[in-house]
Structures are given as C-alpha cells and as structure tokens.
C-alpha cells in the first residue's frame, strides 16, 4: 500500500462508516446499496479493458467502501463474510484502510464511464470521490496529490510557479505575439479592471508550454476579445475534486471567485483543462453553497462561439496531416462538451477521423482522478491507458487532438509508451496554426507547428 501514513489522531473503521456517511447525500447511498451486481459495467472501464480482473469491475470500488460500512453493522461481528462486510483477516483498522485506499485512489479515474452502462445509476466515481476525502481528511493519501492540492492553497498554483516567472512568461508571449501578428500594440493584459473575460490557465502552460498561451493569447486577438489574465488568481486547476476534500476544494473555487468579482469580469473563461472547467463550472457554485454572479465557460466553448459569429476565421490547408479528437471526461462526459471541439475541428484541418467509441462514451485516457500527480500508480496508469492507445492507433490520425492538459501529458506518454507515432496536442494550437489573421496582421506558427519543430 502506497499511501502515507495516519495522522497522528488516526482512523478507524467507526469513524469512517461515520464520516462517509455524513458526507454521502441519500442519492448517494441508495446508489451505494443500489448494485445488483449484474456486472454490466465491467467492459465500459477501461482498467478492465486493458486487465479483466475482478479486481477491476467498476462494482469492485463501490463494493470495497461498502464493506467497510458493513463492518460497522452490529450483525456482522461473527461471520462479516455472510454479510458481505469486509473480513478483518488478523488485519488492524489502519491496515484495512490502507487496502481502502490502494483501491480508491489508484484504481479508478473518477472518470463515471461505468455509471452511463449501469442500469441502476450506481455513481462509482463519486462514491469513490468521497471516501476518497474521508481518508485525505486523515492524511491517508499519495504525498504527490497532497502536494498538489496544498501547493495551489500555499502559493495560488499548484506547481508554485511564482508572481515573477508567471508575469517574465507573459511578457516574453507578449513579444512573440507582437511579432506573430506584426502589431507592436497587441498584448496580453494583466489585472485589468472592467474586462469582460477573465482567462485562467493549467500552471503547465506557464512552466513548460508558453506557447499554448500564445495560442489562445492570439485566437483573443483575432477574435478582438476584452480580456485579462490576474496576478492574484490565474491558476483555473483544482486538485480538490480529485482528493475529494470539500473545504479545500472550495477554498480555491472561492479565490477564483473573488477574484473576479473584483475585477468586474462578465465572464470566467477556463484553459483547456477538462477537471479545472468541471471543478469551476459544476462544482464549485455546490462547494461554495450559491451561484456565481458572472457566466463561466471552456476556451473550447468560447472559440466555438467566435467561429460560429465570424469573430475568427480559419484556413484548414494549415493542418494537413490526419487529425483525431480525445474528448476529456470532464469536459464531454460530465461537462457536455462534445460538439463545440467538432466544429472548431471541421473549420481548422484538413481531414478529422473519429475515435470509436467516442463523445460522451468516450475512453477515459487513464490520466484523470489525479493520476499523473500520484507517482506511485504510474504503471497501472500506463496500463489502463491500453484502450485509449488502441482507439488512437485504429484511427489512423497522425494528430492526437483533445482539450485538456491532463489528458496531453497522458497521451504523450502513451504515444512513448504503445510507439503511436502521433503528436499530440491542445486544441487552441490547431486553431491558432489555422486562423486567418486580417491584412496587417502577419501570421506565424504559435502552436502546434512552433512546439513540433
Ligand atoms: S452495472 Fe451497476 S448494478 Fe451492475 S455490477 Fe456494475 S455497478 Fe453494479
Ligand atoms: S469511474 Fe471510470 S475508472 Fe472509475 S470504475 Fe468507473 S469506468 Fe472505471
């Protein structure tokens, strides 16, 4: 078992059965208790596809937290077998929770495939989600997720990038910018009151891939936007719907908040990223208990919409090569984006070749649920990313596109990994590459093109 160890107060099963409870809405528990183990769901995982155990059944994760409740029925004492509560097998409670924890946080991607093909609604990935939580709240978790969650609370990103490098990155996108367009005024504005978008980003891009930035700082020229990145809340990540800690997820869905509201933006717009939007956009108003009083959509959103007014236009000769689409789970499964990346993608390339299965019953990629910040689950991320290597692979596409930065650090080390021979990349790059810019503005490669040289 990888995860650390106990607080110092501990936690024992009681407590668990407990908090779990409490933080499980009657929906929640009746989908708890709903399973008929009919074992429908166990093709739409893709950890079972890639390895058919039992073990890896989306049932299996409701039913390891539901053995652990059962301990806690007074019927169960003698014979928890007969009852279907988890066997203490010479095993102490922190042991058992640590087995717990094996499964919850290095088995499954929150990713809720399985809760489309299940005919009784059992939610597994929010099951997991919040047991999830109840052991983070006792410092049972992978150190790396922690570290993620408390690196944005500490520093207001998660990869503590500070104030100086995230505004030298600006400045230097700024320049290539004003070079790219051929107008020393264009700019990348910072703080400004009285915009009507304010833009947030992955820390990823300002650390390792500036010009994702310039990409979409050039499709908001093109499309003439108002808009302003913030010193004070720039970071549209939040780790906290993966650790499944409520008040630390809500803190930071706050921060994002507040910060707008000060600035009196109309409009929060999300990077590419597909647990940042999902966080922001659908969960965060329940965290925080109300509604937010400006409108909140994905980059992939508002690009839709520029194109579909004439804001931008765009050539399809500037991406030549076959292209396929990834769909993020958040952002097309749980977020019901699924059209908008189509139509950016009929108007920007050449030829688009469909994955199969794909949209809302999309393959998870395998890098969700936070796995890429838990070193220790990297081989079974691997592993599990089997199914999406092989719709890549049927697909014949050159270009692996999709809409979230999670999912481009997965897809690059399964195109390593499987030998897929593609490139991958965000889908603002492909629209830059494409857009065509008016007369005085002097087109150059930003994104994709720039990044594959
Ligand atoms: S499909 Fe639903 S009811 Fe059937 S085993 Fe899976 S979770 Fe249980
Ligand atoms: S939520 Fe996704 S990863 Fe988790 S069990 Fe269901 S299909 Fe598998």
């Known amino acids: 078992m990888s995860v650390q160890g106990l607080s110092p107060h501990g936690l024992n099963l009681k407590q668990f059965s407990q908090e779990f409870r409490a933080k499980t809405g009657p929906a929640l528990l009746s989908s708890l208790d709903a399973c008929v183990r ?35 029925d007074p019927w169960t004492r003698w014979f928890p077998g007969w009852f279907g509560a988890e066997p203490r097998r010479g095993r102490s409670d922190e ?18 495939r399985c809760t489309l093909s299940c005919p009784m609604g059992v939610d597994t990935g929010t099951i997991v989600r919040t047991a999830r939580g109840v052991l983070a709240r006792h410092g049972l978790i992978p150190e ?22 995230f505004l ?50 050039k499709i908001l020229y093109a499309a003439q936007e108002d808009w302003t990145f913030s010193t004070e809340a720039w970071d549209g990540t939040n780790y906290g719907l993966f650790s499944g800690e409520d008040d630390k997820a809500a803190e930071i869905a706050r921060r994002l908040e507040a910060e707008a509201v000060r600035l009196g933006v109309q ?64 952002l097309a499964r749980n977020g019901g984006i699924i059209e908008e990346p189509r139509f950016l993608l009929s108007r920007a390339v050449r030829e688009f070749r469909e994955m199969t299965p794909n949209g809302k019953d999309n393959y998870c990629c395998g890098g969700g649920g936070g796995m890429l910040a838990m070193t220790e689950y990297s081989q079974r991320r691997l592993q599990a990313g089997q199914a999406k290597a092989r719709q ?62």
Request: glycine letters at 6%.
């Open 392 to 453: 890549i692979a049927a697909s014949g596409a050159r270009v692996v596109v999709t809409s979230c930065h999670n999912c481009v650090d997965q897809l690059n080390e399964l195109n390593r990994h499987y030998q897929l021979k593609v490139k991958v990349h965000n889908l603002c790059e492909i629209v830059a590459d494409a857009l065509v810019l008016a007369k005085a503005q002097r087109p150059a490669a930003s994104g994709a093109a720039a990044q594959d040289a």
């Open 144 to 165: 790396g997720l922690k570290a993620t969650v408390d690196a944005h609370l500490k520093t207001g990103n998660n990869m503590a990038v500070s104030r100086e490098d």
């Open 267 to 330: 409009e929060v717009v999300m990077t590419e990223c597909g647990h940042g939007y999902r966080s922001f956009r659908w969960e965060g108003p329940n965290w925080l208990g109300h509604p937010y009083p400006f409108r909140v959509r994905s980059f992939v959103e508002l690009m839709a919409e520029y194109l579909d007014s004439g804001r931008i236009k765009l050539n399809p000769a500037a991406n030549s090569l076959p292209v396929t689409y990834h769909d993020p789970c958040n």
């Open 95 to 112: 042991e058992m929770l640590r087995a717990l924890g094996d499964v919850i946080f290095g088995t499954c991607t929150q990713c809720r």
């Open 38 to 72: 009919c074992g429908v769901c166990a093709e739409s995982c893709h950890y079972y596809q890639a390895d058919p155990r039992p073990e890896h059944v989306p049932a299996y994760r409701a039913e390891a937290v539901r053995r652990i409740l059962r301990t806690q």
């Open 168 to 217: 030298d990155t600006l400045q230097w996108m700024e320049e290539q910018l004003q070079s790219d367009t051929g107008d020393p005024q264009a700019r990348i504005p910072v703080n400004k009151q009285g915009a009507r978008v304010l833009y947030t980003l992955n820390p990823r891009e300002v650390k390792y891939f500036p010009l994702t930035i310039l990409a979409a700082a």
